[in-house]
């Protein structure tokens, strides 16, 4: 291929991709898009700030975490760019081997401490499944993240997920695996344990109560948010249909559950609409469910994973192809 060819296709690639990143800025109707994330699939905001944290994904195994501002919408890669150099706390996690800077991130949770400085979980995927830990300092201009730790998976699980902070430094966290998934609960002095009863096709998104006494579990296969108890016996275990493959769950206004998804195919003879992104809010009392947003998608913004509450719109963020944070009025 001559010289002027590939010069010729390197301008095209990098005009397609400028034109492409122009138009995923531009609203889509109603709905307007955050720019500057690759692959956003879970969104976590900081407490007291006006700060989120996103994970990126390029690939497999690798990408990239984000700062995303609420109100001024700018972007700010922290991981592995621009963080500060690791400092392993060997005490808490004895179990792990050491720092790994390039992992693809996905599930996100957050136990906070005090003056803005707080614990952030992120579950990683590539050269080692673990759950990589950061301290994050939110105190200065823009938030900060320092390795200090990880959780390596249990041993036989397919895939961790999602993660949730429990009392007493313990975490919880979804194996998901469509042929038959679970939680666990891993704590500092003793590792990993099973959870009793949670053994369900597809376990994705994982949210719990403040004390600790209910998770609240994307069923991404049965097309439900799952409540469980913890600590109870015999185990309860509720199923509250929403009609999309739930993917993340978060904690929205009033005490709501907010699930979040898609709908990729129809299963059996029972007809269904496909939908790049749908969200539901859910009474976790009163198992009311209450639809807010259906999105066909577009080449920009292809498969909603996850939805949290900002300001008076609803955040989705995505993989596939997504690339930006969609943003639907309340």
Same mark, same amino acid.
């Given at each position: ?38 692959? *956003? ?25 984000? #700062? ?47 003056? $803005? ?19 994050? $300092? ?13 959780? *390596? ?7 961790? !997920? ?41 376990? !994705? ?57 898609h709908v990729t195919r129809c299963e059996g003879s029972d007809p269904c609409e496909p939908a790049a992104a749908r969200v539901a809010e859910v009474d976790p ?12 998608? $577009? ?7 996850? #939805? ?20 639907? *009025?309340?």
């Amino acid at each position: 291929m001559s010289r002027w060819i590939v010069s010729l296709a390197v301008v095209l690639g990098l005009h397609s991709m400028n034109a492409l990143s122009a138009q995923t800025c531009d609203p889509d109707g109603t709905i307007k898009f955050v720019c500057g994330t690759t692959n *956003p699939e879970d969104l976590y905001e900081v407490p007291n700030t006006p700060w989120l944290i996103a994970s990126g994904r390029y690939s497999d195994s690798e990408g990239p975490l984000y #700062a995303v501002h609420i109100r001024d919408h700018t972007v700010r890669e922290i991981f592995p760019a621009g963080a500060l150099p690791p400092q392993h706390d060997t005490l808490t996690y004895r179990a792990c081997p050491g720092p790994n800077n390039s992992f693809q991130p996905h599930g996100l949770t957050l136990r906070e401490g005090s003056g $803005n400085v707080h614990t952030l979980y992120v579950v990683g995927h590539g050269a080692r499944e673990a759950i990589e830990v950061f301290e994050l $300092n939110a105190s200065g201009a823009f938030p900060s993240m320092k390795w200090i730790g990880c959780i *390596p998976a249990p041993e036989g699980t397919r895939r961790i !997920n999602s993660i949730t902070v429990l009392p007493g430094g313990s975490l919880g966290a979804t194996n998901f695996d469509t042929t038959g998934g679970e939680l666990w609960e891993w704590y500092p002095m003793t590792g990993w344990i099973e959870v009793p009863g949670s053994q369900m096709r597809g376990p !994705n998104g994982l949210v719990s109560s403040d004390d600790g006494e209910w998770f609240y579990i994307g069923g991404w296969s049965d097309r439900a948010l799952v409540r469980l108890s913890r600590g109870q016996t015999p185990v309860r275990v509720d199923s509250i249909s929403v009609g999309f493959n739930v993917d993340n769950v978060r904690w929205g206004r009033a005490g709501k559950v907010i699930v979040a998804g898609h709908v990729t195919r129809c299963e059996g003879s029972d007809p269904c609409e496909p939908a790049a992104a749908r969200v539901a809010e859910v009474d976790p009392n009163t198992f009311a469910v209450r639809q807010l947003v259906d999105y066909e998608g $577009n080449d920009f913004f292809k498969l909603g994973t996850v #939805a949290i509450d900002v300001n008076d719109e609803i955040w989705i963020g995505g993989i596939n192809g997504s690339f930006g944070i969609a943003r639907f *009025p309340r």
